[in-house]
């Protein structure tokens, strides 16, 4: 789609038990009895990933979720450390299978029966998981693995489900596949114009239809600020709930934003191939608040909070009436994961590392605002700057801060973003900052050559936070890590920005 085609999508609309639809006999440790009826029903959810350098206890984030109201969870694997502490939470969980185990679970039914015994079974019948879906793969068709997971997907899914069968989960345990909005297309801007992506048209096929003789749904990211982010000349205003751009009349229907427009795009798509009743779950939606000059704290509330509203109302699309099932994307900020995408991927969360929330949002559950996390505990009150001494002419300058922000964190610098305005000076000491903070404030990662010094002023300014790590199971004597990131030549050229700032 010209304006849509882009978007990266996903979203969740409060769940409220059909009466009598759904369970006859439950009970764990025995026999689980249900009836054979899937339905998808309205609710609000959260994606919870866990790439940070010093995440947050499990107890301490499923507490979280409880204290938020927040009744369902979208796992991008199937770690124990975090079905265990959704154990007997009433949390439903969505559990996820990495692209990366594709292959293998494609090609041995056997593989796929280990992987549901000790990823599903185990918990749902020892330690009361509430698991509801299995997620195979994330994103799989994106243009950017050129068709790397394009034979494997399918295969997966099927190995997979036939293992929840097996295993006697198939009725009550679903399959899907999380998808970007990408494998749909409008050649105009009219959602009706939408159609299945040419070049896996005849898979899509086969993947709907093993949807819908399984009953699973269809699960798609759905991302705006993606549209924003790569497309200049987008619409801003068309991004949010509660703009007043040009609408767009798609014969008599009318979107005034673009996530209707979108989601609708795949309505039709659906009912073109024969496939107008499957079940939408928006597995993907939010907006993030720093890493770009469109990411920050009020775009961001502006965004979920036009999006929560229209949940709560349970107001649909002009083509699909009813509230919309949705997660929020996402739960907390990770600052490990991969900054390909661009730099504001670490920030995505409504809640930042430690668990402290972001900005006022309502989710509609009787509370008026975020829940923090409760007994965060942090490192001592000490920063690593530049010392008032160095020279900014000194040679070893690029080399450090290149150094610094190649093996931490630095995405909260740059144009546009909530440390934007900082001198050379203030730069260079964000990058030993977060250097040493991701070090656990050893010693020896404050010790640039002849540049760095460990002070007990803190040195944030305006929006800029220099942060404080908090303590892990793994902070007490870890020693100094280089952390695994990709780095690409644009960070270190923005570096040098910086310097010469």
């Given amino acids: 789609m010209s304006s849509m085609g882009s978007l990266k999508q ?91 185990m594709l292959s293998t679970l494609a090609s041995s039914v056997q593989a796929a029966e280990n992987w549901v015994a000790k990823n599903v079974s185990s918990h749902v019948s020892s330690n009361g998981v509430d698991i509801r879906y299995v997620a195979v793969g994330n994103e799989p068709f994106l243009p ?33 596949v999380p998808l970007n909005a990408d494998v749909y297309q ?27 003789d399984n009953g699973g749904p269809f699960t798609v990211n759905i991302y705006p600020f993606i549209s924003l982010y790569k497309d200049p000349s987008f619409p801003i205003d068309f991004a949010f709930f509660d703009s007043n751009s040009s609408p767009i009349n798609d014969n008599g229907r009318v979107y005034e934003n673009v996530f209707d427009a979108n989601y609708d ?117 000490k920063w690593c700057v530049m010392s008032p001494s160095a020279s900014l002419d000194d040679p070893q300058v690029a080399a450090s801060v290149s150094y610094a922000c190649g093996n931490a964190d630095c995405t909260c610098l740059g144009y546009g973003t909530s440390c934007g305005n900082l001198d050379a000076r203030g730069n260079i000491s964000y990058a030993f900052n977060s250097y040493y903070q991701i070090n656990n404030q050893l010693d020896s990662a404050c010790r640039f050559p002849n540049l760095s010094a460990v002070t007990t002023t803190n040195p944030s300014t305006g929006d800029c936070q220099f942060r404080i790590m908090i303590k892990t199971d793994t902070t007490a004597g870890a020693g100094e890590r280089r952390l695994s990131r990709s780095v690409g030549l644009l960070a270190y050229i923005l570096t040098f920005v910086f310097i010469i700032m």
């Fill in 265 to 381: 795009t795949l309505v039709w798509t659906l009912q073109k191939n024969g496939f107008g009743n499957l079940p939408i779950i928006v597995g993907e939606i939010g907006w993030p608040t720093d890493g770009d000059k469109n990411a920050n704290l009020k775009f961001a509330q502006r965004f979920n909070q036009g999006f929560m509203s229209r949940v709560n109302a349970g107001k649909g699309t002009p083509m699909r009436s009813g509230a919309i099932d949705a997660y929020l994307f996402s739960l907390i900020d990770e600052d490990a994961k991969s900054i390909q995408p661009g730099n504001f991927e670490r920030h995505w969360g409504l809640f930042y590392f430690d668990g402290q929330p972001k900005y006022q949002l309502s989710l509609g559950n009787g509370r008026n605002g975020l829940v923090a996390a409760k007994d965060v505990h942090y490192l001592a009150q």
């Fill in 10 to 100: 996903g979203v969740v609309s409060r769940r409220k038990l059909l009466v009598g639809l759904l369970l006859l006999l439950y009970f764990y440790g025995g026999v689980l009895l249900i009836m054979d009826c899937v339905v998808v029903v309205s609710g609000i959810g959260v994606n919870w990933g866990t790439q940070a350098t010093h995440p947050l206890p499990p107890s301490t984030v499923v507490r979280m979720l409880k204290d938020n109201g927040v009744d369902r969870v979208k796992l991008f694997d199937a770690d124990s450390k975090y079905l265990n502490a959704l154990a007997n939470s009433g949390i439903q969980v969505m559990v996820g299978i990495p692209n990366e």
């Fill in 186 to 212: 409008s050649q105009s801007n009219l959602p009706s114009e939408g159609d299945l992506r040419t070049d896996i048209h005849d898979l899509m096929l086969q993947i709907l239809k093993f949807l819908s």
């Fill in 144 to 176: 950017t693995f050129n068709g790397t997971f394009i034979g494997t997907t399918l295969p997966a899914l099927q190995n997979v489900q036939a293992a929840l069968i097996k295993a006697g989960l198939g009725t009550r345990i679903k399959v899907t």
